[in-house]
């Protein structure tokens, strides 16, 4: 299983900007498909965006063109720029590893002024 630990969350104003970060242990990270989730109060979790091991991307339609996903094979990885935050962007953020279904603890996002 791959141990998977985010960070980069906090308060941000609305049209603000945010980067979120998750290092992922073991020495697989570079062939695995990362996404982001995130779940707001009493919603379900949502997929926010995804990346494949060649850097295919794939985004949530209430993100396109405001949020970008990246990956460093080299720090073990991934990345979610996220620009023009919106108040509907609140919620926990998770990363996930699809191969073996894992997650990291989640990180709080609050935008609001």
């Known amino acids: 299983q791959v141990q998977l630990v985010e960070s980069g969350g906090g308060l941000v104003q609305p049209g603000g900007s945010l980067r979120l970060s998750c290092a992922a242990s073991?020495?697989?990270?570079?062939?695995?498909?990362m996404g982001w989730y995130r779940q707001a109060p009493g919603k379900q979790r949502e997929l926010v965006a995804s990346?494949?091991?060649?850097?295919?991307?794939d985004y949530a339609d209430s993100v396109k063109g405001r949020f970008t996903i990246s990956r460093d094979h080299a720090k073990n990885t991934v990345y979610l720029q996220m620009q023009r935050l919106k108040p509907a962007d609140t919620a926990v953020y998770y990363c996930?590893?699809?191969?073996?279904?894992?997650w990291g603890q989640g990180t709080q996002v609050t935008v609001s002024s």
């Open positions: 996930n590893e699809k191969a073996f279904d894992s």
């Open positions: 073991g020495s697989i990270f570079s062939i695995l498909t």
């Open positions: 990346i494949t091991s060649g850097r295919r991307t």
